[in-house]
T-cell receptor
Framework: AQSVTQLDSHVSVSEGTPVLLRCNYSSSYSPSLFWYVQHPNKGLQLLLKYTSAATLVKGINGFEAEFKKSETSFHLTKPSAHMSDAAEYFCVVIPIQGAQKLVFGQGTRLTINP | KAGVTQTPRYLIKTRGQQVTLSCSPISGHRSVSWYQQTPGQGLQFLFE???????NKGNFPGRFSGRQFSNSRSEMNVSTLELGDSALYLCASSALTGSNREQFFGPGTRLTVL
């Protein structure tokens, strides 16, 4: 079955330093992969998605992710963290081609230190 | 354009009762999906509706059901509530169905079962 594993439940960085949130996936076919962000008491917002067009995907708010098939990874990065980036981040895969069913990782809570 | 709306935002019920949650998708969106979010199990897919038809279903007991109306609004119902049903229930809509379609999430309904 298709799934994602987020390697860190909590990441803490200082404002202005790089952010790396790690995600590995398992899939028997070329997957559709997403990163979503959830701010406290708010719904989920799509940061970016990979759908095989390009391995380096740029998203909103300066985030990007690189699809590495050889490593089955889809890590999320940002060059410089901002206080407003503090939130929960979810790596997501669609396990059934053509379906809307999203399978979420367990989430990574990102804390930004001033 | 208004986003996805969910009502009510907060709900308190007791064991054995039933509950109905409502979701209004973005205007023009025809696909509505439901997810349950709990601290222990994370985000899990409940079901998806498209043009009033259930297209996919997650691994939840039959106490969880849903429907979609001709105006694309959707409701989900949970009967014979259990303590473990306490969760944030998220609704997401997309313009069409299919794995590459971005899903837009509502703020959720927080259900507490006492």
């Amino acid at each position: 079955a298709q799934s994602v594993t987020q390697l860190d439940s909590h990441v803490s960085v200082s404002e202005g330093t790089p952010v790396l949130l790690r995600c590995n996936y398992s899939s028997s076919y070329s997957p559709s992969l997403f990163w979503y962000v959830q701010h406290p008491n708010k719904g989920l917002q799509l940061l970016l998605k990979y759908t095989s067009a390009a391995t380096l995907v740029k998203g909103i708010n300066g985030f990007e992710a690189e699809f590495k098939k050889s490593e089955t990874s889809f890590h999320l990065t940002k060059p410089s963290a901002h206080m407003s980036d503090a939130a929960e981040y979810f790596c997501v895969v669609i396990p059934i081609q053509g379906a809307q069913k999203l399978v979420f990782g367990q989430g990574t809570r990102l804390t930004i230190n001033p | 354009k208004a986003g996805v709306t969910q009502t009510p935002r907060y709900l308190i019920k007791t064991r054995g009762q039933q509950v109905t949650l409502s979701c209004s998708p973005i205007s023009g969106h025809r696909s509505v999906s439901w997810y349950q979010q709990t601290p222990g199990q994370g985000l899990q897919f409940l079901f998806e509706y498209f043009s009033e038809t259930q297209r996919n279903k997650g691994n939840f007991p039959g106490r969880f059901s849903g429907r979609q109306f001709s105006n694309s609004r959707s409701e989900m119902n949970v009967s014979t509530l259990e303590l473990g049903d306490s969760a944030l229930y998220l609704c997401a809509s997309s313009a069409l169905t299919g794995s590459n379609r971005e899903q837009f999430f509502g703020p959720g309904t927080r259900l507490t079962v006492l």
